[in-house]
């Protein structure tokens, strides 16, 4: 009969590391936060965080954003240290990374191609299959 209670592998290093659970925890709590700020600074409005990712030493984090205008970009840089210290009070870690945002390249990377999808589709003007 198998054992039920080792339903993860013990050797879980790479599937459950530490810093995968950190980024997670992180992008839960950041997402809540400029939510509660969106209502405050319109600024911060329809900004979504795709994904977090800390250095091995968890000094520092950045923190991936579907779209980043220059607007919502400055008023991040204006919320950081609010953000960290949140960031600090919420999570149990030894240190509070020091967060930066960028635009998630994965986003326009996708746009990219969906735009290269549409114009093999489309055919061109004046063709015969028109």
């Not at 950081?80 to 326009?108: C, N, W, Y």
């Given at each position: 009969?198998?054992?039920?209670?080792?339903?993860?592998p013990?050797n879980?290093?790479?599937?459950?590391?530490?810093?995968?659970?950190?980024?997670?925890?992180l992008?839960?709590?950041?997402?809540?936060?400029?939510?509660?700020?969106?209502?405050?600074?319109?600024?911060?409005?329809?900004?979504?965080?795709?994904?977090?990712?800390?250095?091995?030493?968890l000094?520092?984090?950045?923190?991936?954003?579907?779209?980043?205008e220059?607007?919502?970009?400055?008023?991040?840089?204006?919320?950081?240290?609010?953000?960290?210290?949140?960031?600090?009070?919420?999570?149990?870690?030894?240190?509070?990374?020091?967060?930066s945002?960028?635009?998630?390249?994965?986003?326009?990377?996708?746009?990219?191609?969906?735009?290269?999808?549409?114009?093999?589709r489309?055919?061109?003007?004046?063709?015969p299959?028109?």
């Amino acid at each position: 009969m198998p054992d039920r209670r080792r339903s993860f592998p013990t050797n879980s290093g790479a599937r459950y590391a530490r810093s995968l659970r950190v980024n997670q925890v992180l992008r839960e709590v950041l997402a809540d936060e400029l939510e509660r700020l969106a209502d405050a600074d319109e600024r911060l409005r329809l900004l979504t965080i795709t994904s977090v990712e800390t250095t091995p030493d968890l000094r520092h984090a950045t923190v991936y954003l579907s779209t980043l205008e220059d607007e919502a970009a400055e008023a991040l840089e204006e919320r950081r240290a609010q953000l960290q210290h949140l960031v600090g009070r919420e999570m149990r870690i030894k240190r509070t990374p020091r967060l930066s945002f960028l635009a998630d390249p994965a986003v326009r990377s996708g746009e990219a191609i969906e735009d290269l999808l549409r114009r093999i589709r489309r055919p061109p003007k004046g063709s015969p299959s028109e």
